[in-house]
């Protein structure tokens, strides 16, 4: 099997950054939960896609071999710095640029240093691959790709790796409902912002637990509008692709708000 | 101390390519050239920056997005190396900035006072963003005036365009209150691009004037009707159709700087000058500067009084 294992996980800094305040603990638990599950699959590579990584132009893939550095989140700067050390699986890299070119999507990798990396892959990354073991494929969100294009991509990740002979875990990285608290809140009383986004993310997650693909498809186009869902959750469509369009059930790890937001951090299995 | 003002605002974008087109030392990347005739608008704004002798320069760009309330550069002294996401092969700018962090923090209060979140930004790790550094480098590259920096709330996003630029606007007062009360003489930078629509695909080069042209005529038209507006002095028409022109040319002045510099400086009814007009990738730029000391709203520095 060339995908081991797959997750969906929120993008927020602040179950990394302030782990200790209860709202955001539960996902911080998950998320170890999940590091655990994925170091146990025995990845060779950790394939990432973060809605939080802009593109506006085209595919891109990060192709620069280490990234080691601080980052400042735009929005939490108090919260401390966020720093990152990552390796990169410059060979997938290639390969799925390539890849992506021939499917008719433009893609380039990006080799700079300094080049800002989003906080959602350093979360992933530092939650999920806390001693930089593994190394990591990272791919872009272009806004202009749609479900359908997104999908094609996760496809596209999955197919590559088998031409490699890697075994890869494959990580979603962006948020579920979006309406969040605009205003400062008791960080300690956080909550799901919206009532019937709460709803609509416990509806989602439980039809992922139970596998049921077909209903997900089919809600996911309403969902991300009533409950403004981070970036269209393009990131599932990502997953989705994936995982060859299926997966028979999921592991709800944690689920809980992000200033408002819903966050969930979700193992799938094939 | 006597009491501050504002001596003019400017309409500054930032797309990076003007930085890579100009081949400044703090940019690694290297060009032959590109966009002259935006940075030759820009060359006539310095010129008339350089008359005014500002004690700050306030910038607001709409690359420093926040979710929780309007933030300000709160640490004195920032230095590091900003990389453009977006187009990372022509910017790659080695930055070094003093902030005006009383007036920061005074903009920080008002805004506060008024009702809205505000937030100051004090981790000197902070990587200010292309946005703000491009305006800056673009309008003053010798960076010898202190400045500050605001974030782009992004309620004209997540609420109505007209809610966010209702915020925006109080942003303004707040901003012009704050600079009166701290004695400043202090420019306005809006950070923004008219028509937004842009091409999908770079040219090779990058700076290949051949394949640079309006994404669009219904977008350029837009743009030529709101300069001569502006040209005109039609604050108030600009304003009244705003709306739609944001709906209809993608125009990046939703994002808030065009509105929160026009509410800061009273909405005057002024000819606006424009020192060009260009586009970049297909989007809409217009260079343009609204002198409040030629228009008689705001006074002379102290020493060319006499």
Redesign the interface.
Known sequence: MTVVSSFLVPGSPLPLVARDNPPWAELAQAFEQAGEALVASKPDTIVVYSTQ??????QLWQARPHLRD???D??W??F??LQFDISIDVEFAQAAIAATNDLGI?SKG?D?????I?TGTIVASTMLNPANDLPLAITSNNV?HDWSMTESLGKLAAEQAHKLGRKIAVVGVGGLSGS?????IDIAEDRIASEPEDQWNRKMLALMEQGDVTALREQCPTYASEARVDMGFKHFAFLLGAMGGSFSSAVVHGYGPL?GAGGAIVEFTQ | MSKGQIVAGYLAPHPPHLVYGENPPQNEARSQGGWEQLRWAYERARASLDELKPDVLLVHSPHWITQQGHHFLGVPHLSGKSVDPIFPNLFRYSFELNVDTELAEACCDEAAGMGLTTKMMRNPNFRVDYGTITTLHMIRPQWDIPVVGISANNSPYYLTTEEGLEEMDTLGKATRKAIEDTGRRAVLLASNTLCHLHFSEEPVPPEDMAQEHPHDYAGYLWDMRMIELLRQGKTQEVFSLLPQFIDEAFAEVKSGAFTWMFSAMGYPQMPGELHGYGTVIGTGNAVMEWNLIKAGLAQEAAGELS
Not at chain 1, 53 to 58: N, Q
Not at chain 1, 180 to 184: G, I, L, P, S
């Open positions: 990584w802009i593109a506006v132009l085209d601080i980052h400042v735009e929005n700067h108090e401390g710095d433009k990006v700079y240093d300094k080049f800002p989003d202009y969040y608290f605009r205003h400062n200033y």
